[in-house]
């Protein structure tokens, strides 16, 4: 990870009407450096990642696309080079989403996000319980965790560790494996909980890269 | 019955000049401390969010507000709703970009109802918020003509003859993902939410209500979330350190509520 006394330094990926001050704000109480990738070769050669949760599946995707950083996205998640999604930038890590028919997401990992269920109060807006995988290297802990999402995986292939949370059946509320971080939650608005991954993710991850 | 996720409980900072103040019927503002360190303790708390009221009038006092929601954002990781003056995209754009995560709109919705179709399409319906201050009519609804709640605009200085359940409905339908329900009847009395005007509009809305005004006590809080709020909103009771959030949360989990413990 860097020098000693260097402080990590986190890439934003910029996807479209962007509220970053949150998680920007998260990566500093943390001791890491955010900043906004200038392109995609800023972001490639970043020592951490972040696709943040930013606009529609098909708007977000387009923006990544038209910047090119999607491959080094790509390229950075192949490598296990430190890569974290959050929210809806977690979701264009799949390879759809119902809320944009058509739209390719960078199919990183298999998988199509759904809406949840019209019996349900849509978005799910606010704390739910996360419980996490058997795999005791994961970084996600039991916990609380805030959500603000209308889409969400039910199901995730081989390779990839889940945690999960209820919200009228079990949806998939982390998906990750070395390097790769991807958070349906909020992690920077999940209180200490939430700041505790970031510090892991930062640290672990950062010692495998 | 199925997990809908846990009641939040929501510390309300009125922020006038860079300074937490409350009053009684939105009348008589006291100073109740600095917004940074009450952020601080309302989270370790176990706060669920901070909700952010600029109460300021100035043109300088809104430029304090916004330089003190930065410096709340860098302090603390739960949701910040702000509200106060929000009239246009770019006002709700500012906040955001200061660090709000969701915003609240209070006259100018009234005003200009269309400005929430505008921020739910341009933010996401789960970013913006409608506040809405209601208050008792003399008027009797069995009389038809008269709503039994009026919207009350301008900090409760100017009443509209809106109707304050057919409004929240309509702003549910507009755009807003949340409806933040004061009633200025209860604000700062201690007598807790006015839980008939909470349950008519949790029954017309079709998006969470958060109950707002005249909480003092822990049986206050589990009334409002019998009476349908997912989130229960309060002031007063927390600055002055006559109620923690702790004790609250615990009264409800007794009451067997979902709560973040």
Known sequence: MGEIGTKPRAAFAATGVANLAS???????????????????????????????????????????????????????????PTMGVCAGMQLFFEASEESPGARGMGIVKGELRRFPSSLPVPQLGWNRVRRPGDAMSLVRDGWAYFANSYRLTSLPDGIAGSWAEYGESFVAAAERPGLLLCQFHPELSGPWGQGLIERWLQQAGGQA | MKSVGALRIIPCLDVDG???????????????????????????????????????????????????????????????????????????????????????????????PELLDELASRFGVQCVVLAVDARRTSGSSAIGAAPAWEVVVEAGRKATGLDAVRWAREGARRGAG????????????????????????????????????????????????????????????????????????????????EVRL
Do not use: C
Request: net charge negative; proline share 3%.
């Open chain 2, 18 to 112: 860079g300074r937490v103040v409350k009053g009684v019927k939105f009348q008589n503002l006291a100073d109740a401390g600095d917004p940074v360190e009450l952020s601080v303790r309302y989270e370790n708390e176990g706060a669920d969010e901070i909700a952010f009221l600029d109460i300021s009038a100035t043109i300088e006092g809104r430029k304090t507000a916004l330089e003190s929601i930065r410096r709340v954002r860098e302090a603390i990781g739960i949701p910040l709703l702000v509200g106060g003056g929000v009239r246009t995209l770019e006002d709700a754009a500012r906040l955001l970009e200061a660090g709000a995560d969701r915003v609240a709109v209070n006259s100018a919705g009234v005003r200009t």
């Open chain 1, 23 to 81: 998680i920007m704000a998260a990566f500093r109480r943390a001791g890491a450096e955010p900043y906004l990738a200038k392109d995609a070769e800023d972001l490639a050669a970043a020592a951490f990642a972040v696709v943040p949760g930013v606009g529609s599946f098909g708007s977000a995707m387009a923006a990544l696309r038209a910047s090119g950083m999607d491959e080094a996205v790509v390229d950075r998640a192949s490598r296990g080079t």
């Open chain 2, 178 to 257: 949340e409806i933040l329900l004061t009633s200025i009847d209860r604000d700062g009395t201690g007598s807790g939410y006015d839980l008939e005007l909470l349950r008519a509009v949790t029954a017309a809305s079709p998006v969470p209500v958060v109950a707002s005004g005249g909480a003092a006590n822990p049986s206050h809080f589990v009334d409002g979330a019998r009476s349908g709020a997912r989130a229960l909103l309060a002031a007063g009771v927390f600055h002055r350190g006559e109620l923690s959030i702790k004790s609250v949360k615990e009264s409800l989990a007794a009451a067997g509520m």
